[in-house]
């Protein structure tokens, strides 16, 4: 019998995930969708290239600004598989082809009917950084989105005894979407009354809830004022925090259940990298120190340099690719978070052999500025590759900064020019590449000496 999933040898797993990988290469993305088929195409790439652990990483990761270059989400919809009859009987998986095929003999509409069924999307949630977009799933995406859930309650510790009060803003957003579905999938019942403090006490108030979800931004503020409002809390033995924690908002959090009375109360982070649809959480034995537990048969989950959106070696963004999900499915897709690294080792609290995403940050690389005329999402991936694209650039340096006059957020952009290269030309120039990659003129192009400094990455300094 095979091992379950999260105990899989590593042997037994990487034949798992070879398979996989061909089948959601070859018969799914690079079959029906227009813009991975397109892609391969212009990177002179043919499928079965792709079709493997090795090929996969040798592909350059793609996101939001690939598919939407313009920054218009309607690009969003060539992502989407597109499966016409004909075009299914040569890639649909053999024991539902059969059927379909054995259907159709005795009713003639139950081919397309089954086909529909299978690549149809029928429901949508929004993602995106920088710009906003649908992400589109099938019916059997539903479906592995809620068995993923089930096994997300697992990494948790809980069960279907367990109780969940959602208080995260109602939107069709994938990380609500996973949690309806985890909940379904692992028989919890679960209420979303929305964000607001009054709506959410006032579910409290109607079940024994023994999970609280809050959002990673203003989750502390919120548990806070439900405790000062007297809130029903005692019952609760997990508080979930959607999106990743930094680590102060982790701090603050666990500092305001402490103060409420509250030590007992396990914190877990629970994250759906942006554009994906599967729900990640810390294991509960571990009480949040070894990383967010993936789906090793359902993803496969590696970091890039950020810079240049290549293969890297140590920290970098986090790519992820889909197995076995259609609608909008993604190969290596950038999602703008940053990792210290993928952990593959047996995780030392809970012993699962799934790989772990330790030291997110979330959004790191789209994060939003505070600019003068307002806030603004600003897509550092979108800045780094037009300043570094331009052949009259020897070597440049990004800065985020505070403005010492008023305190607003600053964009500079440093540049060393190549030998030859017309400065006043090229600074120019680079403004202007950088308003068209990212919407907003840099504060300052600065040509010369390139600061020194930490930050986010080698050349994204904070
Ligand atoms: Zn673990």
């Known amino acids: 019998m095979a091992a379950s999933w999260d105990r899989r040898p590593p042997a037994q797993l990487t034949k798992t995930r070879e398979a996989a990988v061909r089948t959601q290469v070859v018969d799914a993305v690079a079959a029906f969708s227009p813009f991975w088929r397109g892609r391969l195409k212009a990177l002179g790439r043919t499928a079965s290239s792709v079709a493997s652990l090795s090929g996969l990483a040798s592909l350059p990761a793609a996101g939001e600004r690939d598919v939407c270059p313009d920054g218009d989400p309607a690009g969003a919809a060539a992502l989407v598989l597109q499966a016409g009859e004909s075009g299914y009987a040569l890639h649909a998986e053999g024991p539902r082809l059969r059927k379909a095929l054995s259907r159709r003999l005795a009713a003639p509409g139950s081919y397309r009917a089954i086909v529909e069924s299978d690549t149809r999307p029928t429901s949508y949630v929004w993602a995106g950084l920088g710009l906003r977009f ?174 240049t959106g290549e293969q890297g070696s140590g920290a970098g963004e986090v790519v992820v690719t889909q197995l076995g999900m259609r609608g909008s499915a993604l190969l290596r897709w950038r999602t703008g978070d940053l990792a210290e690294s993928v952990a593959t080792s047996a995780c030392p609290s809970c012993g699962r052999t799934v790989p772990r995403v330790v030291g997110l940050r979330r959004a790191a690389l789209v994060p939003e500025l505070a600019l003068r005329t307002g806030p603004k999402a600003v897509d550092l991936r979108a800045v780094a590759s037009a300043v570094g694209g331009r052949p009259d650039v020897a070597d440049w340096r990004v800065v985020m900064g505070r403005s010492s006059r008023d305190d607003a957020d600053e964009l500079l952009v440093h540049v060393r020019p190549a030998d030859g290269a017309d400065e006043a030309e090229m600074a120019v120039g680079v403004a202007r590449d950088v308003r068209v990659a990212c919407g907003l003129l840099p504060t300052q192009v600065v040509v010369g000496e390139l600061p020194a400094g930490s930050g986010l990455t080698r050349r994204l300094l904070g």
């Open 134 to 307: 649908p992400v589109a799933s099938t019916r059997s995406d539903l479906d592995v989105v809620a068995r993923a859930g089930a096994r997300l309650w697992q990494v948790l510790g809980l069960s279907r005894a367990d109780v969940v009060v959602s208080a995260l803003p109602t939107l069709p957003t994938a990380t609500l979407q996973a949690l309806q579905l985890g909940a379904l999938g692992a028989g919890s019942p679960l209420l979303a009354p929305g964000q607001r403090r009054e709506q959410v006490a006032a579910a409290l108030a109607l079940v024994p809830a023994t999970v609280l979800v809050v959002p990673a931004t203003g989750g502390a503020d919120l548990v806070e004022a439900l405790a000062e409002g007297e809130a029903a809390l005692s019952t609760l033995t997990t508080v979930l925090v959607a999106g990743a924690p930094y680590e102060d908002e982790r701090a603050e959090l666990r500092q305001v259940l402490d103060d409420a009375g509250l030590g007992e109360v396990v914190l877990l982070a629970v994250h759906v990298p942006d554009g994906h649809r599967l729900a990640w959480g810390e294991c509960r034995a571990s009480a949040g120190s070894t990383g967010l537990h993936t789906y090793p048969d359902l993803e496969v989950v590696e970091l890039v340099d950020p810079d």
